[in-house]
């Protein structure tokens, strides 16, 4: 195993964030588990993140959760990162996976950030946390993601077909965090999709912001010409 720098700044901020990487990406099996593909010789895409989340946000914790080939996940992760296994991760989703993450988080500020993702500071920089919201981007991610419908600046509602691509992070607090913990620890939820639990959250008047960074680069690796994507924003 190649060395893999990371970096974990001083906590700052009350703050907890749940990384998702419990799922195999059927057309990425070949690869190993996506969070440790390597993007250089010395950074894959979960070092990346975890050096990106460290410097930009200052987290009191960050939280993984692991499923496809945890172990190995387990075994390239620094010590200071929370490591929490989803042993159904192959008969759940993404909602049991941040259940999982809920209950181990200490703080009343909880960022969602998928596994798979490769972005640059711009993504987290100037995160405001005084309100729920879902980060927004018109710019890298591909058309097949899922959209968002915006009005006044406030998520309507998400599926796919949409313009203003869902960036795949979106940050809870308040009345979106309560209601996020009610669907997450909902066994009759554990199959819903990220975007189909913040379309329950809207339904049940809960409120995000949508928050497009300034400058940001963000790929999601779901497939092999992924690899190449990601590695021309780093």
Not at 40 to 65: C, F, M, N, V, Y
Not at 106 to 115: F, K
Not at 162 to 173: D, I, R, S, T, Y
Request: with cysteine; proline share 6%; aromatic share 8%.
């Amino acid at each position: 195993m190649r060395n893999v720098t990371y970096v974990h700044a001083p906590p700052k901020k009350e703050l907890s964030v749940i990384i998702l990487s419990a799922g195999p990406g059927s057309r990425m099996k070949s690869y190993g588990p996506r969070p440790l593909i390597r993007l250089t010789p010395a950074q894959t895409i979960l070092s990346r993140q975890l050096d990106i989340i460290g410097r930009t946000l200052h987290p009191k914790e960050i939280i993984l959760i692991s499923g496809y080939e945890a172990k190995k996940i387990m075994d390239n992760t620094p010590p200071w990162v929370v490591n929490i296994e989803n042993e159904k991760f192959d008969t759940t989703n993404i909602t049991r996976s941040i259940g999982i993450g809920l209950r181990a988080a200490t703080t009343e500020n909880i960022l969602v950030v998928y596994g798979d993702l490769v972005f640059n500071d711009a993504a987290l920089e100037e995160l405001p946390i005084d309100h729920s919201l879902v980060l927004i981007d018109d710019n890298t991610m591909k058309d097949s993601e899922v959209g968002c419908n915006i009005i006044d600046g406030k998520l309507e509602n998400i599926f796919y077909g949409l313009p203003n691509k869902w960036a795949q992070m979106a940050f809870f607090k308040g009345k979106e965090l309560k209601l996020l913990k009610t669907i997450c620890w909902n066994p009759e939820k554990y199959n819903f999709y990220g975007f189909e639990t913040l379309n329950e959250i809207i339904d049940k008047n809960g409120s995000f912001l949508s928050y497009k960074p300034k400058g940001l680069k963000i790929v999601d690796v779901d497939s092999p010409k992924d690899i190449e994507r990601a590695k021309n924003i780093i």
